[in-house]
């Protein structure tokens, strides 16, 4: 398993929860440099972008990265792996990444994957996520 991430701070914590998963590879590094770090096939992808909680907000994954970065994710994973998007458009950024995800999404054809969407319909800017299985 491979995690990213750009702040000191937020690879700190996931080493104080993972430490008892000794297959676990975290990366100080953009997502977008992933081919750096991964030369497999994958079988699933989690991509939780924004900011790290309780920290400077100002410091965020990008919309041209991150799609980069996904479809990078998409083109290493194996058939049938799984691509988990979790978008959070409730800031400017945010928002601009969440809408360059969900055009890419919708330009997969349905023979190279089944996508579903799951938001809160009551809550137009609370997270959502996309489960992209790659056919």
């Not at 988990?84 to 400017?92: D, F, I, M």
Request: charged share 20%; proline share 4%.
């Amino acid at each position: 398993m491979y995690a990213f991430d750009i702040q000191k701070e937020a690879v700190r914590q996931c080493e104080a929860v993972l430490k008892v998963y000794p297959n676990v590879k975290l990366i100080l590094d953009n997502h977008i440099h992933m081919e750096n770090y991964i030369h497999e096939q994958l079988d699933a992808a989690i991509f939780n972008f924004g900011y790290l909680p309780n920290s400077a907000s100002t410091l965020v994954s990008e919309p041209q990265t991150s799609l980069i970065a996904v479809q990078r994710a998409f083109a290493l994973c194996k058939r049938h792996a799984l691509l988990v998007l979790v978008c959070y458009p409730g800031h400017e950024i945010g928002e601009q990444e969440a809408q360059c995800i969900s055009e890419w999404c919708h330009t997969l054809k349905s023979n190279e994957a089944r996508i579903m969407k799951i938001a809160m319909v009551n809550k137009p800017h609370a997270p959502f996520l996309y489960a992209v299985e790659k056919l």
